[in-house]
C-alpha cells in the first residue's frame, strides 16, 4: 500500500502547524528506527520547530556515526507548568514578585506598588502540553514503546500522535498516519513523505541522506534482503547523489564489531540447531551467555543474517536472545513458502513483514525449555501453512470468471444453419481435399467426410 496524497499532504501540515514536535521509536531500538527518528529530527529542526527525540533505551554504540546521534534522550519530561494567575485590578501594578520554599512548600510573594492583592483574584490551572505533536516512527503499535508507553500512557492519548511506518502489522493507531508496506524501510517512506514537499526538498542535506540509507542499507540487508525493490534501489541511488556517505555506513555497520560481539557471535553460531524435516534452523543467546561474554543484547542483531547465509535452505531462521529487562525476544525470518508475519501473530502476538518478524516471550524459569517450545510450534505452524496453502499478502489468486457456455445461432427459417468451423486435426484427407478443389468443386465446413455438396 503506498501513500496516498491525502496522507502526504496531512502528514505535512501537521508538521507546519505545530512547533513542539516530540519524536519516538520502539524498544530495542534498530537502525533504521534510530536513523528515520534522527531524520525527522534534522529535518524539523531545519523547519525551525523545537524538537525532541526520544528512544525507550540507550542506543547501540555501533550507531553513534550517526548525525545527530547525542541529541537522543532517554527519557521522556512530561511536566507541565502550573500556573497561577493573578487579576489585578484596575489601576493596580505590580511592585516586586519572588518566593521561598520551606517545609515542602513554595511560598510566592507579589508585592504591589499600590492597592491590594485579595485571595478572590488569585486563580489556579494548568499550563499547556509541553508537546503539540508526536512522531511515531517505525513502531507497529504502541506498546512496543516500551516503558515510554508504559509510563505516559496519558500523553498519547492527549496530543495528536502522527504514525510513520512500514510494517504490514501496524495497528494503524494515532489521528494521522503514512504507513507504506511497500516500503523496505522506514527511511524510504521519510524519504518519499520529504521529497513530496518543495522546500523541504531543498532542506536535503548529506547528513540527512546518509540518515536516510543508513536505514534503508541496514532493514534490507545490503539490498540483499526480498524486501528490495526496484524502487529501493533507485531512491539508494538518488541519496548517494544527495551526498549519503555509503563507505562511512558499511564501515560502522559490517566492518567494526568490538570483541564482545565478535564473542557472542561465536557462542551463537556454534549453537545452530538444524531440523531438516521441517526446514527449520535457530540459534539462541541466554542472559548467562551474555554475561559470560560482557556483552549486550543489542550486539545479537546481526546473528540472524549469518544464521540465514550458513543455512540457506531452510524455510525459517530464528534467534532467541534472552533480554536483560526480562523476557525473550525473537528474529524470525522466512523464504517464500512461509509466512513469517502469520506465525509471528498467530502463535505469540507478535508481527512484521511476511518475510521477517519478531515476537516475545515472556521470562522463563528454565530458558532453554521455552526455547525448544517455542520451536515446536513454530514447527507446527509451518506444517498448517503448508497444509492450508495459506498465500503471502499480495499474492492470493485472483478470482476467475465462470465461463458461460456458447450459445449458438438459431438459424431462421428457409436459411440454412451456418457452418461450424473445422476442428484442426479432423481426419479429411487433404489430398482429397485438394484434388476437390481442383475439380472446382468445393467442401462444406460441416460436411463429414465423404459427404459432399454440389455447387449451385
Known amino acids: 500500500m503506498s501513500l496516498s496524497p491525502q496522507e502526504l499532504s496531512a502528514a505535512t501540515r501537521a ?14 531500538v534498530d537502525p533504521d528506527a534510530l536513523s528515520g527518528a534522527l531524520s525527522c529530527f534534522q529535518l524539523f529542526r531545519a523547519l525551525g520547530k523545537d524538537v525532541t527525540v526520544v528512544c525507550p533505551d540507550s542506543p547501540p554504540e555501533s550507531l553513534r556515526f550517526l548525525p545527530g546521534f547525542e541529541r537522543v534522550e532517554e527519557q521522556l519530561i512530561e511536566s507541565q507548568n502550573f500556573v497561577i494567575t493573578v487579576n489585578l485590578e484596575e489601576g493596580v ?18 508585592v504591589p ?36 508507553y508504559v509510563h505516559h500512557v496519558d500523553l498519547f492519548s492527549e496530543i495528536p500522535v502522527l504514525n510513520v511506518d512500514h510494517h504490514i502489522s501496524n495497528t494503524r493507531y494515532g489521528q494521522l498516519q503514512l504507513i507504506d508496506t511497500t516500503s523496505a524501510s522506514v527511511t524510504e517512506v521519510l524519504y518519499h513523505w520529504f521529497l513530496h514537499v518543495p522546500e523541504w526538498r531543498e532542506k536535503m542535506t548529506p547528513d540527512l541522506a546518509t540518515l536516510l540509507l543508513t536505514g534503508l ?49 561465536g557462542r551463537a553460531l556454534n549453537r545452530i540447531q538444524v531440523d531438516d524435516a521441517a526446514k527449520i534452523a535457530w540459534s539462541a543467546v541466554s542472559l548467562a551467555d551474555l554475561t559470560e561474554m560482557g556483552a549486550h543484547s543489542k550486539e545479537v542483531s546481526g546473528i540472524l543474517d549469518e544464521l540465514i547465509s550458513t543455512i540457506p535452505d531452510a524455510d525459517a531462521h530464528v534467534i532467541f536472545v534472552e533480554m536483560e529487562e526480562g523476557g525473550i525476544k525473537a528474529s524470525l525470518r522466512s523464504s517464500p513458502a512461509i509466512d513469517a508475519n502469520q506465525l509471528a501473530a498467530k502463535l505469540f502476538k507478535g508481527g512484521g513483514h ?23 510450534k513454530i514447527r507446527e505452524g509451518m506444517v498448517r501453512q503448508r497444509e492450508e496453502g495459506e498465500r503471502l499478502p499480495g499474492q492470493e489468486r485472483k478470482a ?14 428457409g436459411k440454412a444453419a451456418p457452418a461450424e468451423p ?8 487433404i489430398v482429397e481435399e485438394l484434388s476437390h478443389r481442383k475439380g472446382g468443386k468445393k467442401r462444406t465446413g460441416s460436411a463429414s ?3 459432399e455438396s454440389n455447387a449451385s
Open 449 to 451: 467426410k465423404g459427404e
Open 113 to 148: 506598588k499600590n492597592g491590594r492583592i485579595r485571595p478572590q483574584q488569585i486563580a489556579l490551572g494548568e499550563g499547556e502540553q509541553r508537546y503539540d505533536l508526536i512522531v511515531v516512527v517505525d513502531t507497529a503499535d504502541l506498546p512496543l514503546l516500551g516503558s515510554l
Open 93 to 110: 501594578e505590580v511592585d516586586k514578585l519572588r518566593y521561598t520554599v520551606e517545609d515542602h512548600r513554595v511560598n510566592i510573594i507579589v
Open 422 to 429: 473445422r476442428k484442426s486435426g479432423s481426419s479429411l484427407d
Open 354 to 376: 511476511p518475510r521477517a518478524a519478531g515476537f516475545r516471550l515472556p521470562s522463563p524459569s528454565n530458558f532453554q525449555l521455552a526455547v525448544l517450545e517455542a520451536v515446536q
Open 400 to 413: 476467475v470468471p465462470p465461463v458461460l457456455p456458447v450459445q449458438k445461432p438459431v438459424p431462421s427459417p
Open 217 to 265: 542499507i541496514t532493514d534490507t540487508r545490503s539490498f540483499q534482503n526480498p524486501n528490495t525493490t526496484p524502487r529501493s534501489l533507485e531512491v539508494a541511488a538518488e541519496l548517494l547523489d544527495l551526498g549519503a556517505r555509503q563507505q562511512e555506513i558499511i564501515q560502522n555497520i559490517y566492518k567494526t564489531k568490538p570483541l564482545t560481539t565478535l564473542k557472542i557471535w
Open 15 to 28: 508538521i507546519q502547524d505545530n512547533q513542539r514536535i516530540l519524536i519516538v521509536c520502539h524498544a530495542n
